[in-house]
């Protein structure tokens, strides 16, 4: 889907503007008349008429977003009874704010020229709720033109051919470590950890069943996890329950058909997980993969992220531009007056006029505070603090800190002013919310250290089953992971410990012997699981140092498999 708004639709919606929005104004006024007093019919079928030719309006320039949620404007008032309240304060809120959108929105494409559909997703499913219709989900807007049967190869999936024996206890392994993960997602821990848990159990489900047309399913899963490690957003309460169907899927395969024959793609849940993949940012080097696997669907990336939308959502709850502009038309007014102020101040190297400007540097901070602009505003704040120190300073005017201040209030100006030529779109608010969420620096350097120590074990043991168990490849292994263990003592992490130190005993005796065990590979992607887990842990707590020691019991498991127990 082509975000970008075609040159007939914005055409067609400048001739249509000012009648749109001073009907949709007039509606929501009706509507409100009618709330006050519900006998009153006329005010109740001049909404109606109203919302009817604005959505119509809209569907003819091909509008969808803002159609489909007139629409929806329109089905609900048609349930308004003359001398009945049926909705609770909650719809009513809905209804208000949908009524506040419309036109918000239509003004973000003015400003824009980009047709964000989904960000209305939230305001039409609101309405659907009064009528007690369906949800839509994110993927509504968007279209894949087919589902691909043919299985997608990729250079970071190896295909895997296993026993049909085999199957079953490797399965239920993965939906294990895949429970482990959901629950820490469902329970709003550090997301980060849990969904490379998820992403690295999917990746080995996509492997075993690379020859089977439910593979791609499993690479979509793959892909959308991946997208989502590195995002800052937390995961939506849809994609949370995506999450938990995905689960079902992989309870499915083990209960109806392990082998993974018979199973075919769920259409619904793949257009939700493809469109995830195609609104993802964060893909890194599977980018190229990731535009050719959307083809077998028949679209591509969108030219756009969850994270972009994210902040037009919040852009398009602001205030709309009538509001911002008489606001700024009041703010410019009084920031000249302050500049001058400062200049006459300056000039006459005398800060008696200190007082009415530290008053009015208050005013202007609340001024941009009504519009949202609150990094900005607390600013002024700032250097109406300084003018209030610099007025009881007896030791004359300093010039350069009057300078600073000078600096700082058209750096502000100018902001402003932007904010309001684009009525609030295309721009960050100012604010900054900034999370410290960080362990000591020791305990952090020694997590970290752990988590880079991992990452080479699990490439010296891939470079040791390519190479025919060369040893030469993992001579070092059992030094990096005495070198873990010895940090998790330090910090405490006692049951960790012990798992690492099982783990060396597995290494020196096992992948360091001379004779390898007719099995050494089965061995290794069970060892390999282990390492993964304690991954996930060190990870998890470089996110949350009250992470739960109970994770470490996938790899506490893998060992017991491998004939090792820490009891």
């Known amino acids: 889907m082509d975000n970008e708004l075609p040159t007939n639709a914005i055409s067609s919606l400048n001739l249509v503007r000012d009648e ?4 949709v104004e ?5 509507l409100e008349e009618f709330f006050e007093n519900t006998a009153d019919e006329t005010s109740l079928q001049g909404c109606v008429d109203g919302l009817q030719q604005i959505s119509g309006t809209l569907e003819l320039i091909q509008l969808r977003g803002p159609h489909q949620l007139a629409f929806m404007l329109l089905s609900v008032t048609k349930e308004l009874t003359p001398g009945h309240q049926k909705l609770d304060d909650d719809e009513l809120q809905s209804l208000t704010t949908a009524f506040f959108i419309l036109p918000r929105y239509i003004e973000f494409l003015e400003n824009t020229r980009q047709d964000h559909p ?5 305001y039409i499913n609101d309405l659907k709720g009064i009528l007690n219709q369906s949800q839509l989900p994110p993927s509504h807007f968007f279209s894949i033109k087919r589902i691909s049967k043919e299985p997608f190869s990729c250079d970071w999936i190896n295909p895997r051919q296993i026993a049909e024996s085999e199957y079953l206890p490797l399965v239920l392994r993965l939906r294990h470590m895949y429970q482990v993960a959901l629950l820490a997602i469902l329970q709003n821990k550090a997301q980060k950890p849990p969904l490379i848990m998820m992403a690295k159990c999917i990746e080995r489900l996509a492997s075993i069943y690379s020859s089977k047309p439910i593979t791609n399913f499993w690479i979509a899963v793959f892909l959308a996890l991946n997208s989502s490690v590195n995002s800052s957003l937390p ?4 994609k949370k329950r995506v999450l938990m169907e995905i689960e079902k899927q992989i309870k499915s395969l083990i209960k109806l058909d392990i082998a993974g024959v018979k199973t075919n793609i769920p259409i619904a849940l793949t257009k939700e997980l493809v469109y995830w993949v195609a609104v993802g940012a964060n893909h890194g080097d599977k980018l190229s993969s990731v535009e050719q696997f959307l083809s077998k669907f028949g679209c591509s990336r969108l030219p756009y992220s969850d994270e972009d939308l994210s902040k ?10 009538q509001t911002i502009g008489s606001v700024i038309a009041v703010f410019e007014e009084e920031i000249s007056t302050a500049k001058s102020i400062l200049e006459v101040s300056s000039q006459a190297q005398s800060t008696a006029e200190f007082g009415a400007l530290y008053e009015l540097l208050n005013k202007l901070a609340e001024i941009l505070a009504v519009v949202g602009l609150g990094q900005p505003s607390i600013e002024l704040k700032q250097q109406a603090k300084v003018i209030a120190a610099m007025s009881e300073d007896t030791t004359g005017l ?3 800190a009057l300078s600073e201040v000078a600096d700082a209030l058209l750096q502000i100006e100018n902001f402003v002013i932007q904010y309001k030529n684009t009525a609030g779109y295309g721009i960050g608010n100012g604010d900054q919310t900034i999370a410290e969420n960080q362990f000591a620096e020791a305990e952090q350097i020694v997590l970290q250290e752990a988590e880079t120590g991992l990452t080479l074990v699990k490439r010296a043991l891939s470079s040791y089953a390519e190479s025919n168990f060369d040893h030469g490849h993992i001579r070092n292994v059992s030094k990096t992971l005495e070198t873990i263990r010895g940090g998790m003592t330090l910090l405490h992490r006692d049951r960790c410990a012990r798992v690492l130190e099982l783990c060396n005993h597995f290494v020196e005796t096992e992948l360091l012997s001379d004779e390898h065990p007719t099995v050494l590979l089965q061995l290794l992607e069970i060892f390999a699981d282990c390492i993964i887990s304690l991954e996930y842990y060190i990870s998890a707590l470089q996110s949350d140092k009250s992470t739960d020691d109970s994770i470490l019991q ?6 017991q498999s491998l004939g090792l127990s820490g009891q």
Request: net charge negative; glycine share 2%.
């Open 118 to 122: 989904e960000l209305l997703l939230p």
């Open 398 to 400: 300093d010039k350069f």
């Open 554 to 559: 996938i790899a506490e498991e893998s060992l």
């Open 235 to 238: 995961l939506t309460q849809h």
């Open 26 to 30: 007039k509606s929501a006024k009706q």
């Open 312 to 321: 037009e959502f919040d852009s398009l709850k602001g205030p709309n531009a």
């Open 20 to 23: 749109l929005l001073a009907t």
